[in-house]
Each structure stands twice: as structure tokens, then as C-alpha cells.
């Protein structure tokens, strides 16, 4: 569709000077929001209604501001010729700002690029870059997670101490280990078992 | 020392790229809180729809559309249009459609009243400029499409209500004609429109409702003219009153023919009233006029006879009419006495009959009843009941029925102009508001909920109840000081003059008060609040001492009018006093001094450039005099491009003596030349801002010191042609001049320009830091640039032995002649979006890395981490600078969806973002305020100094628990064991 075109001759009518010359060139910009995955946008609409009616889209920095009819189109009005800049907002998409040009000379003709990668636009539909996902997703509950964690290493190493230990003692050889037991008690080091209650008994 | 470097080291840890503010979707609420609100309401139109829920759509001056559940008040949808789109008239059409008239009547939308789509949009020109009206004639069909009828720009529109489609239109070309009403008589094919040509001649053209055809003009001079508005009694007569204001004038158009009568008001009212106001209202066969002191009613009984009916001192308001029956209308009338308000509804045809008489408890912080709106239901019995929504002077919003406040909605928070926070009250024996509401077996289910949540054992509704208890945990809403410096109060001063206090924890409101000196008085008409001070802040006297407020007015809307000071406490709201001053305030400085009882000292400037210091105490004047020579300002006049520096002279040299008035001098000024550069913006440092430390370590162990000075002014300026909209000038013409100023000695640290560009510029000055943002017209995006100002003069102080040898130059005199030593770096790249507002996180101790708070023009909140703005990015960091943590150079900033501080909501309306220092280090405050409210704690280098708040403390107990078990198992095993070897 043709984005822009002059203002039609009621303007020109006009006999009020101050006011006519204001409109003289001024222009329209019509243009479209298409959000993929048939959400809303002519669509059946049970998909998030709410998103739809929430878009805005704004002009020069929200110089004008204006929403999206059912089917996806919006425009501006009474725009002066020269360039200017198109931004969406919408919650969870991510829509690049378009340069627009409103050519004085050749009225009706177009001129739109995306601002983010340079692209032109034949036509003024508006398609949005990404969508946003605001939050973090919670990774499911895993072992590999729990055992990960600080208190699941220290339970680890402690179960490798407790049970790993005694069977590399168990494959040692009985004389060697009978002489490092001496080697202990001669050098009095306590053990483990007398630290605890009780271990003192023996 | 130990600390500190821990601190460090934990901040390397915490560098990594990834968006340090991150949510998942079940924390939402947790630390943050949202509230939804629409301004103060202009206009409410109810829907007469009979099934489904009842509504209410309603236009506010925050320039809100909203439907309204009439049941309890919440939102149901809600727009907001542009700041320069006003919203004329709001109406429901086909009972379906909510049509709005804007922008000065030239935008027509209409959207569907269940969900608030937009169903179309036209846009209406004509020829001049006019009032407009909005009419939706119930019974006046075109092809059985229902017709709206507006009138703006001097042009009549005929509308099809399904498409805005212009069905014909008519132009009221004459030049000095100006309508005054537009009249479309129910049943007939007729619109009327009426008005004054040349402030004397009254006007009359009846126009075919059906084509739009002239049937009939005429006109009728008077030659007393006329004055204010006109008052519409029946759909063929008007009052006006005549340019003296004491003659009443009663103009019938029936049948096209016009008459007058003449009735002067001192023949109706007996003692003079001064000069009089026709208050509109739409109630046929009687209208009201008002003076300074009285209201009265008068009713119009045929053949333009007037009758007083009644006669009251009393504030009232009076709504529009309702039509309950084929030929009955009936009204709403408030009035005000003491603490109550009383309500009366009456029919239009019989003044003496009250349908019905209620009064009601009115909180007095309301103030007073702006508007009134009527709506009628049919009770069980049959008989009419009434209910009336209510616009209150601080902007709120009720609804009354049978006697009682059903809701009320707090719209006065749409509009906040300033923000400051004070702490909370100590916690001691008696004090604490926390209720013991756990018993065991409640904290032990909570714990189990909790475990199982962790384990992902939970079924959805445990998942919903560990939501709901995190949400309802009692701690965050105390009303005590805690230990971490989360809760604190939030005073909020709105365009009503009414002070909020809102609780950081859960937003809600803890005291309210409207300001008795913002309150209209003889002495000061309108008066409007300006701004909010931290007047005064216990430390030592914490415990008995509360802190306070200063609020500082103006009554009028020129600089020059005469200030008003109040001082509110901050714990009870309660207003402690409030100064009436002779003088102007132009500037208030907070000075950096604080007397014996922690009152701040605040020096105010007035338009002869007097100062003016508070407290006016002796003990402040002399901790004042002390410190004469070392207090320095700069004003900007921003209509002349100067800026200048200022100092005290002396005291006042005027005929009243006043120790507490000082005389000044300007020490310096800056003059931009107003051909090429005008001033966009003007940044300093937050006065209470904290920086860790001077030395910035960069990569191979070398030093360079941040030039820290509270005196540093950032000044954008831009060419003349390109101050306007983008798109209005070509990138040859149009530049932006950035420039870094010391406001003691008027020094031009630094100047650079952006050829190409144009405003507005957003700006944010930290440390030793500013960013700013503004359009780049070449590459037609928006780029935000940064400065980084770093001082020389210590850059040889590096070397141990030369500080040693003494060879160092500390302790050379600094002199303002000499020129500092300073280097500046800069670099900039592009950004997406438009911003509304910018801010920079702030921490307590300033040890914590810096966020840039980025409020989109999609009213939400984007944290950018400083990192990104480096001067020293490069395109291949050397492998010490990645160490160091530089971030190899793009040409335009990222934009995390996840690190958006808002997530998926809006702060719609956005216009400030303000940043509050916990006392948790890691940790900040934001409040971000437009229309709505949004409030949230940032932890910029993530909580490093606390456990998160899902840290599973479940997971620690079993692991704890876990290590016990296998201590006593692997006792018990080697107990065994060294049996069997004794036996052996």
C-alpha cells in the first residue's frame, strides 16, 4: 500500500491563512504492525488479545503516538515532509526504529529502512526483530545440580572420606599398616574414634 | 583494609558478562511492586450496558483513557495518548464503542469498550481553531448507521459511528465567529450551533442534521456584549452574562427566531456579589452563577423570567444531568460542611423534591469536591437508586452509594513532581508494629512447603501457597528500620500539593496529608508545589528525634511570585509548620551544614539575587558565617545561554534589616552565543553521592585518578534549527556542543562537538563520569556518548621513591589560576531506543560497579552496566584489559530482555527514575514514577554480601543433618571394626 499521501484537496480549501498554510505540506504516513504466529492481527484473537490492543506506536520520539487498528494498521497525521523515525512498543517483542522519509517533491513515494540493520522496507510493514524474554528460565531439578552445589560436594567428599578410606586401608598391606599404627600410637596422635564421646571409653 | 580488598576480590568474581539483574517469573513481586493509576479524572461517561459487569470509562488530565470496574474501582484497560494529544470529550456510542475527541478536536477514535482496541481512528481538520464538541445522538440514524456529531476547528462533522467515516461536514467560516454550543435537540433533525461574532452579536444557525444543509441563520447584536461562558437551560435557550458581568441575558432560538431578556443579578440577589461566573451545567431549566463567596442556583421559569431557588456559602459541586425517565432529568448536588459532605440528588423540574439526601464522613486530607458524576440503577424494588462518582481536590477518586465509600482510588500518585525518602523509626520495646503471627506447627509447614519446593516435589497449589507466603512474609512490610536499609519511606509530593508516604516494602500508603499551605487562600492564589528537601535527619537523636521534610511552594505560576516553605514529619505526616515568605524563590541551594539539631541549613535565592538563609536561627547564622567564603552556586538562564557563577558578599544592604539576607556577586559567566548554541540540558553529580576511591587500577598495575570534584557542570547545547522535533532539520545544520564546566572558577574543562546531531539530550553525571544520549541525524539513530575526566596533576605521584625522596608534588598549593590538570576520554555508540529519563544506580559506600537505569520511550526500565560505556573499549582487548574486565568494542549497546528492571510490566507515563542507597552495599533502591508507580532493589554486582533470597536454607539443614548421620554411622562402623580386630 501506498504509505504516504498528501493530505487531498479539503486542506487547499481552506480560507483561513494561518491555519491552511500549516497544512499545505502536510502529509500521512500509514503503515503496518504484523506480529507473526497469528497472534491477534486479524487472526482469531483467543491468542493474547491483550498484547494487540497494547502497542503503541510513536513518532519522533513520542512526539505523536498512535495504537493499531484490529487488523494491524496504523497512521499519522498531518506529518510535515522530511525524515523521521517510527519505534513500536510492545511488551515482548523487540522492534527496531524505522527511518522514514516524507518526500516534499514526489508526494506519495516511500522511503523506510530499519534503523538496527539497515534493511529498506518496501513497503511500511513493521515485523517485529526478536521477541523478549524477560525472565530467567528455572532449569529443572537435577542431581547433577544438587551435587554441584557447595553442601553437595561437601556430602560427596565426605562419603568418599567415609567409604572410599577404609577400602584403600583394607588394600594396604597388614604389615605396613601394622607399622604405621605403631608409628601413630607411639607418636600419641589421637584418632578419630577417641575424639568422640564415648571413643575415650576404650 | 581487609574488607575492602575482599570486596574487590568479590567484585573480580562477580564480572562476568552475563545480565546481572535476572528474574525469574515466580520472584515477581518479591522485591519489587507495581501500582496502576490514571490522574486526576476530567470526564466519566458510565456504560449503560445491562449484562456483564458495570463500568465506568473515564478521561483524565494525565491524558488517560480508562474503563473502570464500577464495582471496585480497578482497571479494567487503560491508554495513555500522547502529551500533546489532550483528550476534548469522551462518549459511549452504540453502547459499544468508547469514542474520544483529542488533540484540540482533530483526532477521533473510537475503541471497543470490553477490551479497549482501537476500532479506528479519523482525523478531522477545518479552518481555524475553536472549541469542540463531542455529541453521540442517541436516536439520529444515517442508513442505520448511528451518526456522531463533532464540532472543532470551526467545521461541523457528521460521523458514521462503525468507521469514522465523514459523512458530510459544514465549515463556520466567519471570521470572528466562535461557537459557544452545539445543540442537538433529541427527536428532531436539527443541530443547532450557537455563538458569539465579535464579542457582540449572538449567532444562531440551525443546520439539517441529516445532509448537513444551513436551514436558518440569524443573528442578534447586543451591545453590552458578552463575557465567560454560556450556560444551556433547555435545547432552545441560553444564558450568558453581559462584559460587565452583572446583567443576565436570557437567549431563546425557537423556531429559529431569536429573543432576549434582560435581567440584572441585583435584582435577583439583593447584596451586591461583586463580580460573577456562570458555572456550565447541562441541567435543563436551571443553571448556577458564582462570586468569590456565593453560589447561587436560579432556575428559568419560560419567557426568560428567572426565579432564585437557592442561595449557599457552602463549597459545592454539581454534576451533569441524568435522564431517568422520558421527561424527568435529575441531578447530583454536593456540599461541603465540616467533616462531612452532603449529597443531594434532585430532579431538574423540582427544586424542593429530593430524590434523595445522604451524608457522608469525608476525610478532610480530600480537601474539597472538584467534580461530581451521576449514575442511576434500579434497586430490587424498583425504584431508582443512585450512585455518584466523585473527584476530590487531591485528585482521588470515589465512588458513593447509599450513604458510604464503596471505593476510592488514589489518582493523585499519577502525578508526582518530586521524591525523597527519610528512614523509618528504630526499632525498640514497643515501637515494633510485627505481629507474632507463627505459631510452631505454622512454621514447621512452611519449612516442609518450602523443602518441597526445593526437592520440585511441590504440586501446583503448594507452589501457589510457597508463592503466596513469600509474597505475605511480614518482614518486608515492618514499620521499623532494618538491618539492611531496604525499608524506608518514600515521600512523594503530586501536583495536588498532597504529601504520600509510601512503604518501600509493599508500596502501600502510610500517611497522607494535603498541605494546608498549598491550600488556595487570598494570599496566594494558586499556589504549586516545587519541590522536596530532606530538612532535617536524626542521627544522633534517632531514638526520640523524627525527621522531617521541607516542602517549598510557590503561589503562583511566574518566578517571581512568593514562596511558601512547610516542614511535614516524616513518621506522623503531620505538618509542623509552615512560613509564608515576602520573597521570591528562585533557587534553593541545600547547604552542606547542619546545626546542633540536625537541621540541614538551606539558603534560597529570590529573583533580586538575594539569599535568604533557613533555619533562621542565631546558631545557624553563625556556623553560616563560618563557612561565608566557601559557598559558591551557578544559575542557568536558559532563554539567554548564560550561565553564571555566584558568591555572598554581604548582608542585605535594604531598609528592613535582616541578618538572615545576604547580598551577592556574580564571580564569573559563561555566554553561549545565541545564534549558534542554545542550552538543552544541565547535569551535575547528586549531591549526596559517595565515591569509594579515587585510584582506578587499569590493566598492567598502572594508576590513574578519577578528577573528583562536586563543582563539575555538564552543558549540552545545540544548534537553534535543530532545537525542535528530528526530522525538522538536516544533519548540515544542526550539532550538539557538549561541554564540562567548574561552576566555582567558570573553567571550561572540556568541549565537544557532535556534528550531525540534535537533542533532546538525556544526561547522567556520576564520579567522574557523564553519559548522554541524543539523536545522531546522519546515521538517523540514537547515540549515547561517554566522558571520562581524569586528573594529571598526581599522575607522577606514582613512583614510590620520588613520594619517599619527597619529591612528590601533594603538597604544592593548588590555586583556582592554574589551569587543572585534566585529560578527558570519550567514546560513543549507538543505542536503540528513544529514553524518557536516565539515572545511575547508587550504593552506600560507592564500592559497588554502576548500572545505567535507561527509562525506554516503551515506559519500561533497562539496567545497562557502565562496562559497556568504557572509553577504553577497544576492538581487540590485550589480554590484561580482558583480565581487568573491558568488553571488546560494538558500535551499538546490547539490549538484554532480561535485564530489563521492569521485566514484563509497564511505568507507563514514565517520567522520573530516582535511586536510594540501601545500607546493604551491594544493594540499591529504585523508584521509577510516571502514571504508575514501579519500585524494585538492584544489585548491580549481584548480592555479594548476602545470601540471595532463594538460597535454599533446606539444602544446607540436610546437608548438615546428612554429615551428623555419617559421623555417627562411621563411628558406629569403626566402634565395630575395632571390636572384631580386639577379638581376633
Known amino acids: 500500500m501506498a504509505a504516504v499521501t498528501p493530505l487531498l484537496l479539503l486542506l487547499l480549501l481552506s480560507s483561513a491563512p494561518s491555519f491552511s498554510s500549516g497544512s499545505r505540506n502536510a502529509y500521512n504516513i500509514n503503515g503496518r504492525v504484523k506480529i507473526p504466529q497469528g497472534l491477534g492481527l486479524g487472526t482469531k484473537g483467543y491468542a493474547l488479545p491483550g498484547r494487540m490492543s497494547n502497542v503503541k506506536v510513536l513518532l519522533n520520539g513520542g512526539q505523536n503516538i498512535t495504537f493499531l487498528r484490529p487488523d494491524g494498521y496504523f497512521s499519522f497525521h498531518n506529518i ?53 524474554q524477560y525472565y530467567e528460565i528455572r532449569e529443572p531439578f537435577s542431581i547433577m545440580s544438587l551435587l554441584k552445589s557447595p553442601m553437595g560436594l561437601m556430602v560427596g567428599f565426605m562419603l568418599a ?38 571413643g575415650a571409653r576404650n | 583494609m581487609a574488607i575492602r580488598s575482599f570486596f574487590l576480590f568479590i567484585l573480580f568474581f562477580s564480572s562476568s558478562l552475563s545480565p546481572v539483574f535476572s528474574l525469574y517469573e515466580d520472584q515477581v ?126 467545521r461541523l462533522h457528521a460521523i458514521s459511528c462503525i468507521d469514522g467515516e465523514v459523512l458530510w461536514k459544514k465549515d463556520f467560516e466567519a471570521e470572528s465567529f466562535e461557537v459557544q454550543q452545539v445543540i442537538q435537540p433529541p427527536g428532531s433533525d436539527l443541530i443547532y450551533v450557537v455563538g458569539f461574532a465579535a464579542s457582540y452579536q449572538f449567532e444562531m444557525y440551525q443546520i439539517n442534521a441529516k445532509n448537513g444543509e444551513l436551514l436558518k441563520h440569524e443573528s442578534a447584536s447586543f451591545s453590552s456584549g458578552f463575557s465567560g ?12 452574562l453581559d462584559s460587565t458581568g452583572s446583567i443576565l441575558l436570557t437567549i431563546s432560538f425557537q423556531d429559529g427566531k431569536i429573543s432576549s431578556q434582560q435581567t440584572p443579578i441585583s435584582n435577583l440577589v439583593e447584596d451586591s456579589l461583586g463580580l460573577a461566573v456562570i458555572i456550565p451545567s447541562s441541567v435543563s431549566g436551571i443553571f448556577a452563577i458564582k462570586t468569590d463567596a456565593v453560589t447561587v442556583f436560579i432556575r428559568v421559569i419560560g419567557e426568560g423570567k428567572l426565579e432564585v431557588v437557592e442561595k449557599t456559602t457552602h463549597e459545592i459541586a454539581v454534576s451533569d444531568a441524568l435522564s431517568i425517565s422520558e421527561d424527568q432529568q435529575a441531578f447530583a448536588l454536593i456540599q461541603h460542611a465540616s467533616s462531612e459532605i452532603h449529597l443531594t440528588v434532585k430532579l431538574a423540574h423540582d427544586w424542593d423534591g429530593n430524590l434523595l439526601k445522604e451524608s457522608v464522613k469525608m476525610d478532610w486530607q480530600r480537601g474539597l469536591v472538584h467534580k461530581v458524576f451521576i449514575n442511576n440503577y434500579i434497586r430490587t424494588d424498583r425504584s431508582y437508586g443512585f450512585r455518584v462518582l466523585i473527584v476530590m481536590e487531591d485528585h482521588s477518586l470515589l465512588l458513593l452509594q447509599q450513604g458510604e465509600i464503596v471505593w476510592s482510588r488514589e489518582d493523585g500518585l499519577a502525578s508526582i513532581i518530586d521524591v525523597t525518602t527519610s528512614e523509618l523509626p528504630v526499632e525498640r520495646n514497643g515501637v515494633s508494629v510485627a505481629k507474632v503471627e507463627h505459631n510452631l506447627f505454622e512454621w514447621l509447614k512452611g519449612h516442609m512447603l518450602k523443602l518441597k519446593g526445593t526437592l520440585m516435589l511441590a504440586s501446583p497449589e503448594d507452589m501457589a501457597a510457597i508463592q503466596s507466603m513469600r509474597l505475605k512474609s511480614s518482614e518486608k512490610s515492618k514499620m521499623t528500620r532494618d538491618h539492611n536499609g531496604f525499608r524506608k519511606l518514600l515521600i512523594v509530593l503530586t501536583r495536588a500539593g498532597k504529601l504520600f508516604a509510601l512503604h518501600t516494602g509493599d508500596g502501600r500508603i502510610v500517611w497522607s496529608h494535603l498541605l494546608r499551605s498549598l491550600h488556595k487562600s487570598e494570599a496566594c492564589q494558586s499556589p504549586i508545589g516545587l519541590n522536596l528537601y530532606q530538612w532535617q535527619v536524626p542521627h544522633h537523636h534517632a531514638m526520640d528525634e523524627n525527621p522531617s521534610v521541607l516542602v517549598v511552594s510557590r503561589c503562583g505560576p511566574s518566578s517571581d511570585t ?254 583556582l589560576f592554574s589551569r587543572p590538570e585534566v585529560i578527558t576520554k570519550s567514546q560513543s555508540y549507538f543505542f536503540t531506543h528513544s529514553l524518557k ?33 568504557d572509553p577504553r573499549r577497544t576492538v581487540n582487548p590485550t589480554q590484561a584489559e580482558k583480565e581487568e574486565g573491558i568488553i571488546p568494542l560494538t558500535d551499538s549497546l546490547p539490549i538484554i530482555p532480561q535485564s530489563y528492571v521492569t521485566h514484563a510490566l509497564r511505568v507507563e507515563g514514565l517520567r522520573g527514575i530516582i535511586t536510594v542507597p540501601a545500607k546493604l552495599e551491594s544493594t540499591t533502591l529504585v523508584f521509577a514514577h510516571g502514571v504508575d508507580l514501579f519500585f524494585t532493589q538492584l544489585a548491580p554486582s549481584r548480592t555479594y554480601d548476602s545470601l540471595t533470597e532463594d538460597f535454599s536454607y533446606a539444602l544446607l539443614l540436610i546437608t548438615i543433618v546428612a554429615l551428623v548421620a555419617a559421623i555417627f554411622v562411621t563411628w558406629r562402623l569403626s566402634e565395630r571394626k575395632e571390636l572384631q580386630e580386639k577379638w581376633r
Open chain 1, 80 to 132: 510535515p515532509a522530511g525524515t523521521h523515525l517510527i519505534e513500536v512498543s510492545a511488551i515482548g517483542y523487540f522492534f527496531s526504529p524505522v527511518r522514514v522519509d516524507v518526500s516534499a517533491r514526489n508526494p506519495g513515494k516511500v522511503q523506510a529502512a530499519l534503523t538496527e540493520n539497515r534493511k529498506g522496507l518496501s513497503e511500511l510493514v513493521l515485523e517485529p526483530l526478536r521477541e523478549e
Open chain 1, 161 to 198: 572420606v567415609a567409604f572410599l578410606m577404609p577400602k584403600l586401608v583394607e588394600n594396604m598391606d597388614p604389615e605396613e599398616m601394622r607399622r604405621a599404627q605403631e608409628e601413630m600410637r607411639s607418636q600419641g596422635v589421637p584418632s578419630l574414634s577417641s575424639l568422640l564421646p564415648g
Open chain 2, 29 to 154: 513481586g518479591l522485591m519489587d511492586w507495581h501500582q496502576q493509576y490514571i490522574g486526576k479524572v476530567k470526564q466519566a461517561v458510565f456504560s449503560s450496558q445491562r449484562a456483564g459487569r458495570k463500568r465506568v470509562v473515564v478521561s483524565t488530565e494525565e491524558n488517560v483513557i480508562a474503563s473502570l470496574d464500577l464495582r471496585h474501582g480497578e482497571i479494567f484497560w487503560r491508554h495513555l495518548l500522547g502529551a500533546d494529544d489532550v483528550i476534548d470529550g469522551i462518549d459511549i456510542g452504540l453502547g459499544k464503542y468508547v469514542i474520544t475527541l483529542s488533540s484540540g478536536g482533530s483526532i477521533l477514535r473510537s475503541w471497543n469498550l470490553p477490551d479497549g482496541q482501537m476500532v479506528w481512528e479519523s482525523s478531522l481538520q477545518g479552518p481555524k481553531l475553536s472549541k469542540s464538541f463531542l455529541l453521540v445522538p442517541t436516536n439520529l440514524k444515517f442508513d442505520k448507521d448511528n451518526v456522531l456529531v463533532v464540532f472543532s476547528n470551526g
Open chain 2, 229 to 240: 461562558e454560556v450556560s444551556l437551560v433547555s435545547t432552545e435557550t441560553v444564558v450568558a
Open chain 2, 562 to 815: 512568593p514562596g511558601v516553605l512547610s516542614f511535614v514529619d516524616t513518621y506522623t505526616g503531620k505538618e509542623l509548620s509552615s512560613l509564608s515568605l515576602d520573597h521570591a524563590v528562585v533557587q534553593v541551594i541545600p547547604l552542606p551544614y547542619t546545626d546542633s539539631t540536625e537541621q540541614r541549613l538551606h539558603l534560597l535565592i529570590n529573583a533580586d539575587k538575594h539569599a535568604h538563609l533557613y533555619p533562621k536561627t542565631s546558631e545557624a547564622l553563625s556556623i553560616f558565617k563560618r563557612e561565608f567564603l566557601n559557598i559558591y552556586w551557578y544559575s542557568v538562564e536558559d532563554q539567554n545561554g548564560i550561565i553564571k557563577g555566584h558568591a555572598l558578599k554581604c548582608k542585605c544592604t535594604g531598609e528592613v534589616a535582616d541578618e538572615f539576607c545576604f547580598d551577592t556577586r556574580d564571580l564569573w559567566s559563561v555566554v553561549f552565543p545565541s545564534e549558534s548554541e542554545k542550552i538543552v540540558a544541565t547535569v551535575t553529580r547528586k549531591l549526596n553521592e559517595v565515591v569509594h576511591t579515587q585510584a582506578k587500577v587499569v590493566a598492567d598495575q598502572d594508576v590513574m585518578y578519577k578528577y573528583i570534584s562536586r563543582n563539575l557542570l555538564f552543558v549540552a547545547t545545540v544548534a537553534p534549527k535543530g532545537s525542535g522535533e528530528i526530522g525538522s532539520v538536516t544533519p548540515e545544520e544542526s550539532w550538539l556542543v557538549a561541554y564540562l564546566i567548574d561552576t566555582v572558577t567558570g573553567r571550561i574543562l572540556h568541549r565537544v562537538t557532535h556534528h550531525g546531531s540534535q537533542g533532546p539530550v538525556h544526561a547522567v553525571f556520576s564520579e567522574n563520569w557523564v553519559v548522554y544520549h541524543y539523536f545522531n541525524l546522519r546515521a538517523h539513530r540514537y547515540e549515547m556518548s561517554v566522558i571520562e575526566i581524569y586528573d594529571q596533576s598526581r599522575a607522577d605521584n606514582k613512583d614510590v621513591w620520588k613520594l619517599v625522596l619527597g619529591k612528590h608534588n601533594l603538597t604544592s598549593p593548588i590555586s
Open chain 2, 837 to 869: 529519563a536516565i539515572a545511575v544506580t547508587s550504593t552506600a559506600k560507592g564500592i559497588t560497579s554502576k548500572q545505567l537505569l535507561l527509562g525506554t520511550i516503551g515506559d519500561q526500565v533497562l539496567a545497562l552496566d557502565k562496562r559497556f560505556l
